[in-house]
């Protein structure tokens, strides 16, 4: 039995990963007892099992996936939305609405609506099928949607959560994470959105780099202490120009006092 990979390497298609007894997983395939990548992407071993993962992926829905969507087409009592992928999903109005609902449900959601759903069904001849009753489910308000490759979503989110936490407590803003390579980011400011945006493609452009939360997290701290010696700049500014100006109107009202003494004097 041999390995011929470091971990974490990447690989390309052909390349041989192992021999002997072990098992091939995603991006893998047999050959005797060698074990072959099929795509270019990250070697990774866990046990006998032998997989790769993609360093560019398209996605494929599965059932429970929280997914990010945007609404293409109202038919009937149904929405269709564009998830990505080669698959259109669709959702029902009974799957996003209360009852009773008027008959035309454009007025709840309409063509170009973003909305944050979960995969309920899903076998690669119809669907994929969206729920929106579940919590946090709901059409999206404001924000921004940052789309990334999916194969790197599990590389944002971090191990138990620890990378996409960090980035929210640090920017102080409200993200949702769709399987599907979606991103919505709720911030304060478009600088501060624009700033989470750099963080996901850094993320994605590095996911096979070590000590990538630290790094990612050094910029954003160092990105946030421009942005607020900027704001302070500016409202000394403000302050600087609100002076000026009342300084300006007590000469103003300073030199009607004086016109007026003189015509007073006059008469």
Known sequence: MAVYFEKREIVVPG??????????????????????????????????TVRVVPLQGVYIPREGDLVLGTITYVAGNNWKVDIGGPYQASIH???ALRRPYDDDISKYMDVGDVIAA????????????????????????????????????????????????????TLKIKVMVGQNGRIWVDAPTIDVMRLARKAFRMIEDQSH???????????????????EEAEESDEADEEESTEDSEELDEEEETEEEDIEEEEVNEE
């Open 118 to 169: 979960e995969v309920s069904a899903f076998d690669r001849v119809t669907g994929p099928y969206l729920t929106m009753k579940g919590r946090g489910l709901r059409k999206l308000e404001g924000g921004m949607v940052v789309r990334v490759s999916p194969a790197k979503i599990p590389r944002i989110i971090g191990r138990k959560g620890s990378m996409i936490k960090m980035i929210m407590d």
């Open 15 to 48: 390349q041989l990963l192992a021999e002997g007894r072990y098992r091939a997983s995603v991006g893998t395939y047999m050959e005797g007892e060698n074990v072959y990548s099929t795509i270019m992407g990250l070697a990774e071993l866990k046990g006998n």
């Open 209 to 227: 780099t070590s000590n990538l939360t630290n790094r990612v997290e050094e910029m954003l701290k160092e990105e946030m202490a421009k942005l």
């Open 93 to 95: 109005a009974n799957n």
